[in-house]
């Protein structure tokens, strides 16, 4: 067997411990395709009060009537009436691993979440198709009065804070797919931070699709109080299949005054999964959103993390980046809202494209009248690896006084022959050589993330990279 064999049957063995398929283990699960009778089933099911059975059924008269969207890659071939739109696989939400389902306990156990809460989280919830199977929280952090649920236990437990939040920045009119979330929602985390209280670990959530022609519809609600700091985490995964299962789902985010939030995601849905995701900061006086944003796998993903700098001297970053291969289109980027005076923004975008596959940015400044003094940056670049892949730079920026400062730069290149060459003289291979140059354009991504997520993105590029050269 020669080493490139071995390369080969290394490569694959790294995408099955996340392509992996269970066996359907669900309790119940609504009928395929979407009516009103499908939406009632749903809250009935969940115990839902009045009041969210009510927006669900007019959420859903809002997406038959919405049109999909007018940008990006067309979604007309989607038929919403082939999908499953809620599977449950447990009875309820344990809070250690042995009560959790065997089969569901298995595929988390492959997936490293154990031993990643172990050694470095401060809680971790896990998504197994429309429900959370399992939540867990250190003692000193719930001593500090941090809520950390899955989003149906927050409306249950706490219907004040959810009522006061929840729509409140993404409703279920701003766009078709937020409107399908709304009527289906299912799961999702749900995180206070009170005031003054920091979180030193991160909190993360793992979202696992597993059955085909399925769809996964989580609802995210973070609301940091003033003062304070959490640093959240999501991964997704699925098995892949010829025929593609649907992902939209919603977050919304509230930072107060000088508190500081940090989300990250690492975005590895097989490429059978349509990711149609909306996600919304709202940032106030002296507060700190940032988004982390990886994007690897997915058939085609559509995803704009966006902060609203409401508050004076607010702040908000995007780091991202996309890699797209045969068969893949990644419409990706990120949006800032200045309203505050002194605000300021930092967007930067590493895409590649390889193998034919499409990777775009598409982003949007917009710096409002009252936006004294902001300041914007955004940065975009793009490595495409062969004569067949494609790329695009979308920017919509916007400034409606004359006292701000907006900058915008792009570039699309290739893979330098000189730096090619100079590796490849000390002794690598052509695609050894590739790879490196490849992390050292990702590196403003991957310096982000901690060490252990930081490592495990790496071995997913590479592996993704496999087979790009030569």
Same mark, same amino acid.
């Given at each position: 067997?020669?080493?490139?064999?071995?390369?080969? /049957?290394?490569?694959?063995?790294?995408?099955?411990?996340?392509?992996?398929?269970?066996?359907?283990?669900?309790?119940? $699960?609504?009928?395929?395709?979407?009516?009103?009778?499908?939406?009632?089933?749903?809250?009935?099911?969940?115990?839902?009060?009045?009041?969210?059975?009510?927006?669900?059924?007019?959420?859903?008269?809002?997406?038959? %009537?919405?049109?999909?969207?007018?940008?990006?890659?067309?979604?007309?071939?989607?038929?919403?009436?082939?999908?499953?739109?809620?599977?449950?696989?447990?009875?309820?939400?344990?809070?250690?691993?042995?009560?959790?389902?065997?089969?569901?306990?298995?595929?988390?156990?492959?997936?490293?979440?154990?031993?990643?809460?172990?050694?470095?989280?401060?809680?971790?919830?896990?998504?197994?198709?429309?429900?959370?199977?399992? *939540?867990?929280?250190?003692?000193?952090?719930?001593?500090?009065?941090?809520?950390?649920?899955?989003?149906?236990?927050? =409306?249950?437990?706490?219907?004040?804070?959810?009522?006061?939040?929840?729509?409140? /920045?993404?409703?279920?009119?701003?766009?078709?797919?937020?409107?399908?979330? %709304?009527?289906?929602?299912?799961?999702?985390?749900?995180?206070?931070?009170?005031?003054?209280?920091?979180?030193?670990?991160? =909190? !993360?959530?793992?979202?696992?699709?597993?059955?085909?022609?399925?769809?996964?519809?989580?609802?995210? =609600?973070?609301?940091?109080?003033?003062?304070?700091?959490?640093?959240?985490?999501?991964?997704?995964?699925?098995? @892949?299949?010829?025929?593609?299962?649907?992902?939209?789902?919603?977050?919304?985010?509230?930072?107060?005054? $000088?508190?500081?939030?940090?989300?990250?995601?690492?975005?590895?849905?097989?490429?059978?999964?349509?990711?149609?995701?909306?996600?919304?900061?709202?940032?106030?006086?002296?507060?700190? @959103?940032?988004?982390?944003?990886?994007?690897? #796998?997915?058939?085609?993903?559509?995803?704009?993390?966006?902060?609203?700098?409401? #508050?004076?001297?607010?702040?908000?970053?995007?780091?991202?980046?996309?890699?797209?291969?045969?068969?893949?289109?990644?419409?990706?980027?990120?949006?800032?809202?200045?309203?505050?005076?002194?605000?300021?923004?930092?967007?930067?975008?590493?895409?590649?494209?390889?193998?034919? #596959?499409? *990777?775009?940015?598409?982003?949007?400044?917009?710096?409002?009248? %009252?936006?004294?003094?902001?300041?914007?940056?955004?940065?975009?670049?793009?490595?495409?690896?062969?004569?067949?892949?494609? *790329?695009?730079?979308?920017?919509?920026?916007?400034?409606?006084?004359?006292?701000?400062?907006?900058?915008?730069?792009?570039?699309?290149?290739?893979?330098?022959?000189?730096?090619?060459?100079?590796?490849? *003289?000390?002794?690598?291979?052509?695609?050894?050589?590739?790879?490196?140059?490849?992390? #050292?354009?990702?590196?403003?991504?991957?310096?982000?993330?901690? @060490?252990?997520?930081?490592?495990?993105?790496? !071995?997913?590029?590479?592996?993704? @990279?496999?087979?790009?050269?030569?």
């Amino acid at each position: 067997m020669t080493e490139k064999d071995e390369k080969v /049957l290394l490569d694959e063995d790294e995408r099955k411990k996340y392509e992996f398929r269970d066996e359907d283990v669900a309790i119940f $699960r609504t009928e395929r395709g979407l009516d009103e009778n499908i939406v009632r089933q749903i809250s009935a099911i969940k115990k839902e009060p009045e009041f969210m059975l009510d927006f669900r059924l007019k959420a859903l008269k809002e997406f038959f %009537s919405h049109h999909q969207p007018n940008f990006g890659p067309s979604l007309d071939f989607i038929d919403f009436q082939d999908y499953t739109y809620y599977t449950k696989v447990s009875k309820g939400i344990a809070d250690k691993w042995e009560e959790v389902p065997e089969t569901v306990k298995n595929t988390f156990d492959r997936l490293g979440i154990p031993e990643a809460e172990q050694k470095f989280l401060s809680g971790v919830t896990t998504q197994y198709e429309s429900e959370a199977v399992y *939540s867990n929280m250190l003692r000193e952090v719930q001593e500090k009065g941090v809520l950390f649920l899955d989003t149906d236990t927050g =409306l249950r437990e706490h219907p004040e804070i959810f009522r006061k939040y929840f729509g409140k /920045l993404v409703p279920p009119t701003d766009n078709k797919y937020a409107a399908l979330n %709304s009527a289906v929602w299912s799961g999702g985390s749900f995180i206070y931070v009170p005031k003054g209280v920091r979180l030193e670990k991160p =909190l !993360q959530s793992y979202f696992r699709i597993n059955n085909k022609r399925s769809g996964q519809f989580e609802r995210t =609600l973070i609301i940091c109080d003033d003062d304070s700091e959490l640093n959240y985490v999501e991964g997704c995964t699925a098995p @892949m299949y010829s025929k593609e299962s649907l992902h939209a789902a919603i977050v919304e985010i509230f930072v107060g005054k $000088r508190a500081k939030m940090r989300y990250t995601t690492i975005q590895n849905w097989s490429s059978s999964i349509l990711n149609l995701v909306t996600q919304r900061a709202l940032v106030d006086e002296d507060g700190l @959103m940032e988004w982390v944003d990886g994007n690897i #796998g997915s058939k085609l993903c559509m995803k704009y993390p966006c902060c609203i700098l409401r #508050g004076d001297r607010s702040r908000g970053s995007t780091i991202s980046v996309a890699v797209a291969s045969h068969g893949q289109f990644q419409d990706t980027g990120a949006k800032m809202i200045h309203i505050g005076k002194d605000t300021s923004s930092t967007i930067i975008s590493k895409s590649i494209s390889r193998n034919g #596959g499409t *990777s775009n940015f598409r982003g949007q400044i917009h710096i409002a009248k %009252s936006a004294l003094h902001a300041k914007a940056h955004e940065e975009c670049d793009t490595l495409i690896l062969d004569d067949h892949s494609f *790329s695009d730079t979308i920017p919509n920026n916007s400034v409606d006084n004359a006292d701000s400062y907006l900058e915008h730069e792009a570039s699309v290149s290739k893979i330098n022959e000189d730096q090619l060459f100079y590796l490849m *003289s000390r002794g690598l291979s052509k695609e050894d050589a590739t790879q490196m140059i490849v992390m #050292g354009f990702l590196e403003p991504f991957s310096k982000e993330l901690p @060490m252990e997520y930081a490592v495990e993105l790496n !071995q997913l590029i590479k592996f993704d @990279m496999s087979g790009s050269i030569g």
